[in-house]
C-alpha cells in the first residue's frame, strides 16, 4: 500500500521544470540531448534517459533540474541505490524540493531503508499536508519501524482526507492492532495470568475461531474475577457461533446485569462502554488499552465492506482475513479479486496459497500446479504442491516436488518434514 512506484505518475508532472532555462546560452548538441531526453522520459523510457542526463549532468554540473532529472530517471527505471545520492545533491542546493523530497523517501524504501525515509517524508507533509502519497509511504514507514503511535496519526489523517482509499483505512486498522499487541505484551510482562490477562488472551483466540481455546480462557477470567465487564458477553458470543443458543441468551442476561463502572475510579472502563474509544486506548490501564485498540482496529476493518468493489479492496480483506488465521474466507476474497482482474499472476498465487493454508488441498493442488507451468522453480508452489499430494494420500506423488522445493531452497524445513514422511509412507529410507 501507497508503495513508493504509485509516486511516480505524480512525479511525471515534475519533470524538467529547470532544465530549458539552461539552454539559453548552451550549444544545439546540448539542447537536442536535453530535448531527446525530456521526450523519452515522457515515453516511459526511463533507463534511456539515464544516459543522455548523465552526459549533460558532466557538462553543466550547477545545474540543479538536469540533476534532479537524472535522479529521477534511475529512480524510475528501479535504479534507486544510485538514484539516492543524485537526490541528495538536489537537495543540498534546494533544501525543500518536494519531488526530491519524495522520491528520496520513497528510495529508500524501495531499498530496505524506512528509518532514512521518514526525514524526507516528513518534511514532504509538512510543506504539502495535503500529498496523501507522502502521507501513506510515511505512515508505512513508521509502521514497519514499529512506530504504531506515530503512524496511526497519518493513517487517520490519510482517513479524512481519502475517506475511499481502502488502502488507508486497512493501514488505519493494522496500526491499531499494533497498539493492542503493544499493550498486550506490557500486560503479559507484569500480569500474566491475571483475569484481565486471560481475557485478553480469550479474546484473541476468540477472534481466530478458536472456540474451545477462548471459552477455556475467559472462563478462567470469570473463575478469578466474577463481575470482569465484557467476559459473559464474550462467552455469549462464543454459544452463539456453536449454535447454543439458549445459553448465549444466559450469558448475555448476566453481563446486563453487572453493575456499571465506577467511572470516578474507573474512567477508562466508562470511556470504553461509552464508544469513548481513543480515550480509553489513552488510558494508563494496559487491559482496556488493548481492548479499546482491538475495537478501534476492527472499526477500522469494518469501513473496507462500505467501499466500493475493487481488485484492491478484495486483495485487502483477504490479506486481513489471512492474518487471523481465516484461509478459507481469505480464498472467498481472492477468488472474487480474480473475478475482477482474470489472469492476475499474484491473485492466482495467493489464491492458491489461501486454499493451501485453508486445508483445502483437493482445491489448491490444480491451482498450484498450474502456477508452476509458469514458474517451476519457485520453491514455495512446489512444496505446496508437494504437501497438497501428501494429505490427500499420494505420498509417492508428493515426492518429486518436495524434493524439488528443497533443491531450490535447502533451508525450506517444513519441506523436509514432509518429504520425511512421505518417504517412509513409500518404504523408502
Not at 539552461?22 to 526511463?46: P, V, Y
Not at 534532479?68 to 538514484?83: D, F, I, K
Not at 467501499?307 to 485487502?316: F, K
Request: hydrophobic content about 45%; aromatic content about 8%; overall charge neutral.
Amino acid at each position: 500500500m501507497f508503495r513508493a512506484a504509485q509516486g511516480r505518475s505524480a512525479l511525471r508532472a515534475a519533470l524538467f521544470f529547470f532544465a530549458m532555462a539552461a539552454w539559453a546560452q548552451s550549444d544545439g548538441d546540448l539542447a537536442a540531448k536535453s530535448h531527446q531526453a525530456k521526450e523519452l522520459m515522457g515515453m516511459g523510457r526511463f533507463a534511456d534517459a539515464v544516459g543522455l542526463y548523465r552526459e549533460l549532468c558532466r557538462a553543466m554540473p550547477a545545474n540543479v533540474g538536469l540533476r534532479l532529472n537524472l535522479a529521477l530517471a534511475l529512480h524510475m527505471s528501479g535504479q534507486h541505490q544510485e538514484a539516492i545520492p543524485q537526490f541528495e545533491r538536489v537537495l543540498q542546493a534546494e533544501p525543500n524540493s518536494l519531488p526530491a523530497l519524495l522520491s528520496l523517501g520513497a528510495a529508500r524504501l524501495e531499498t530496505g531503508d524506512p528509518a532514512r525515509a521518514v526525514a524526507p517524508l516528513e518534511k514532504v507533509v509538512t510543506l504539502q499536508p495535503s500529498n496523501t502519497n507522502a502521507r501513506g509511504m510515511l505512515a508505512n514507514a513508521l509502521l514497519s519501524l514499529d512506530r504504531p503511535q506515530d503512524a496511526a496519526v497519518h493513517f487517520r489523517r490519510l482517513t479524512a482526507l481519502t475517506p475511499d482509499d481502502a488502502k488507508a483505512w486497512f493501514g488505519l486498522g493494522q496500526t491499531y492492532e499494533a497498539l493492542a499487541n503493544h499493550a498486550f505484551e506490557e500486560l503479559d510482562k507484569t500480569a500474566q495470568g491475571s483475569p484481565e490477562w486471560l481475557a485478553l488472551v480469550g479474546q484473541s483466540r476468540l477472534g481466530q475461531r478458536q472456540y474451545r481455546s477462548a471459552f477455556f480462557f475467559y472462563r478462567q477470567a470469570l473463575d478469578k474475577q466474577p463481575n470482569l465487564a465484557g467476559a459473559h458477553a464474550a462467552l455469549a458470543a462464543i454459544y452463539q457461533a456453536t449454535e447454543h443458543p439458549d445459553w448465549a441468551a444466559a450469558e448475555q442476561r448476566k453481563e446486563t446485569a453487572l453493575a456499571p463502572p465506577n467511572c470516578a475510579r474507573d474512567k477508562a472502563a466508562c470511556d470504553f462502554a461509552a464508544g469513548r474509544l481513543l480515550d480509553a486506548a489513552a488510558s494508563k490501564s494496559l487491559y482496556w488499552r488493548a481492548r479499546a485498540y482491538n475495537d478501534l482496529a476492527l472499526q477500522a476493518f469494518s469501513r473496507l465492506g462500505q467501499l466500493p468493489e475493487s481488485v484492491e479492496l478484495h486483495a485487502l480483506k483477504a490479506e486481513m482475513l489471512g492474518n487471523h488465521g481465516q484461509h478459507v474466507e481469505a480464498a472467498v476474497e481472492w477468488q472474487a479479486a480474480l473475478k475482477l482482474a482474470p489472469g492476475d499472476p499474484r491473485l492466482e498465487h495467493e489464491l492458491a496459497k489461501a486454499f493451501y493454508l485453508g486445508h483445502d488441498y483437493r482445491r489448491a493442488l490444480p491451482a498450484v500446479q498450474e502456477l508452476l507451468k509458469r514458474d517451476a522453480g519457485a520453491p514455495d508452489l512446489q512444496f505446496f504442491a508437494g504437501d497438497s499430494l501428501l494429505q490427500l494420500e499420494r505420498a509417492e506423488e508428493a515426492i518429486p516436488y518436495l524434493q524439488a522445493a528443497l533443491k531450490a531452497d535447502p533451508g525450506l524445513m517444513p519441506a523436509h518434514a514432509a518429504l520425511g514422511i512421505a518417504l517412509a509412507r513409500v518404504g523408502q529410507p
